[in-house]
């Protein structure tokens, strides 16, 4: 079980909106920056977004990031086939005094 | 350019050890907080470990601890994860990252190692 918590799986078509949310508490989210990674079939993780909002260079804009009190979001606008993929938001666990991760949604651009 | 090159994975019997490394390359290595993070076949990422870039911290999450140590070696560029009493359910792929920010942001990520524990 995941400190965060991400829905399973979203969906949506082509050239469509898809946001991902991601849910934590004080110790989590609501004291630290949250990064979002997109994970292909096969690959390594890769950094989407970082403290909350800012894009790493040549992550295109369609992904976006936001983050209110204890949880965050990802967006993804311009839904294209290669953006299937796994989606996981990560922090720090002040209480913990370990890194947290959700448990990963499975983006499906039908 | 940054390259994390993880290797030492295997089949391993439960209550073996086992090491890994993780060989840096293309930034300054001494100045970076480096982490380890595992996904087991068809789950999720898990955070396992981190060493601060001057090793005066060092955290493990609870399913580790005390059964395994990270470390790192400056004139080598190399992070180490040792992993004793090894168990099924540290079977998983094992990454290392680069902490390029606070709050665990990972910028770069190795290609990852497997580890099977299986008698």
């Known amino acids: 079980q995941s400190v965060l918590t991400q829905p399973p799986s979203v969906s949506a078509a082509p050239g469509q909106r898809v946001t991902i949310s991601c849910s934590g508490s004080s110790s989590n989210i609501g004291n630290n920056h949250v990064s979002w990674y997109q994970q292909l079939p096969g690959t390594a993780p890769k950094l989407l977004i970082y403290?909350?909002?800012k894009r790493p260079s040549g992550i295109p804009d369609r992904f976006s990031g936001s983050k209110s009190g204890t949880s965050a979001t990802l967006g993804i606008t311009g839904l294209q086939t290669g953006d299937e993929a796994d989606y996981y938001c990560?922090?720090?666990?002040?209480?913990?005094?370990?890194?947290?991760f959700g448990g990963g949604t499975k983006l499906t651009v039908l | 350019q940054v390259q994390l090159v993880e290797s030492g994975g295997g089949v391993v019997q439960p209550g073996r050890s086992l090491r890994l490394s993780c060989a840096a390359s293309g930034f300054s290595f001494s100045t970076y907080a480096m982490h380890w993070v595992r996904q087991a076949p068809g789950k999720g990422l898990e955070w396992v470990a981190v060493i601060s870039y001057d090793e005066s911290y060092k955290h493990y999450a609870d399913s580790v601890k005390g059964r395994f140590t990270i470390s790192r070696d400056i004139s080598k560029t190399t992070l180490y994860l040792e992993m004793n009493s090894l168990r099924a359910e540290d079977t998983a792929v094992y990454y290392c990252a680069r902490e390029g920010g606070a709050s665990c942001r990972f910028d770069y990520w190795g290609q990852g190692t497997l580890v099977t524990v299986s008698s």
């Open positions: 990560g922090t720090w666990d002040s209480s913990l005094s370990a890194g947290v």
């Open positions: 403290e909350n909002n």
